[in-house]
């Protein structure tokens, strides 16, 4: 049979011309030069200049990564951030108390750089006290309430906020720029989360009660149970283990959550 015969060039032809060529010999005195060195330790190693300049290259890279990504986390955030929390005035009282401090509204016109998330808020008797975060929600805390103010909620992300009421009643109405935001109003007996409606929490020395004017409220009560307070009713939970008691919103709650809904402005919840 006679062999098979191909271009030279081919690729099968240029791999028999390789073939027919013999190896290159090894130099025997590189080989033994070579083992000596590795044997005694003395093979040449990267001269240090080089490695240190490639390790400065190195950190140099590491550190202007992560001066930009840090940069781009801070200008984020800034960007991220919400509307700062606002005073729309208090009426009947001319003094309050934040963080344990006594502030005369008329004579500290500045004091409203004090309203900031985590900050505690004790309404005298008589007073209410009207906050904002702008085109999100307004807060009424009447007199005799000691209020946690929540933190603003972010633009497009860190939207979950919680505030507290340890005594007194809390009036909320949500705005046009609330959708996606989780309002958490918290009490020694339960939680109150608001995703968009008009509603009160009022909480007395061993009971706390949501009534709903409009939307929906989820309560969770001390055993950790949820149930949903619709439009129109209140539900009440107890410290001692009491059943809940749902019943209609009173008359005078309905006035009160139509004053504040109506009378700032803020849009009925849908």
Not at 25 to 36: G, H, I, K, N, Y
Not at 221 to 234: I, L, N
Request: glycine residues 10%; contains cysteine; charged residues 20%.
């Amino acid at each position: 049979m006679t062999p098979r015969r191909f271009s030279d060039s081919s690729p099968e032809g240029m791999q028999q011309q390789l073939r027919a060529h013999p190896y290159p010999a090894a130099d025997e005195a590189f080989r033994r030069e070579l083992r000596a060195a590795f044997v005694n330790g003395t093979i040449a190693e990267r001269p240090t200049a080089m490695r240190d300049r490639s390790a400065r290259r190195l950190w140099l890279r590491w550190a202007s990564a992560s001066v930009a990504a840090v940069a781009a986390c801070i200008a984020l955030m800034t960007i991220n951030a919400g509307p700062a929390w606002r005073s729309l005035g208090m009426t009947g009282a001319t003094t309050l108390r934040v963080d344990g401090r006594e502030v005369a509204l008329g004579s500290d016109p500045g004091w409203g750089r004090l309203l900031r998330a985590g900050a505690r808020l004790e309404i005298p008797a008589g007073g209410q006290l009207d906050l904002e975060l702008p085109g999100l929600a307004i807060f009424q805390a009447v007199g005799g309430s000691e209020v946690v103010l929540p933190s603003s909620p972010g633009r497009w992300f860190n939207r979950t906020i919680t505030g507290t009421l340890a005594s007194g009643e809390l009036r909320v109405t949500t705005g046009a720029r609330f959708p996606g935001t989780r309002l958490t109003i918290r009490t020694a007996e339960a939680r109150a989360i608001v995703t968009g409606t008009t509603l009160a929490v009022l909480r007395s020395r061993d009971s706390t009660c949501v009534c709903v004017l409009e939307g929906a409220v989820t309560m969770r009560g001390p055993s950790g149970a949820s149930e949903v307070v619709h439009a129109g009713f209140r539900r009440s939970v107890f410290a001692g283990g009491r059943a809940p008691v749902v019943e209609a919103i009173r008359p005078m709650e309905i006035m009160k959550l139509q004053m504040l809904r109506d009378q700032l402005g803020a849009p009925p919840a849908r």
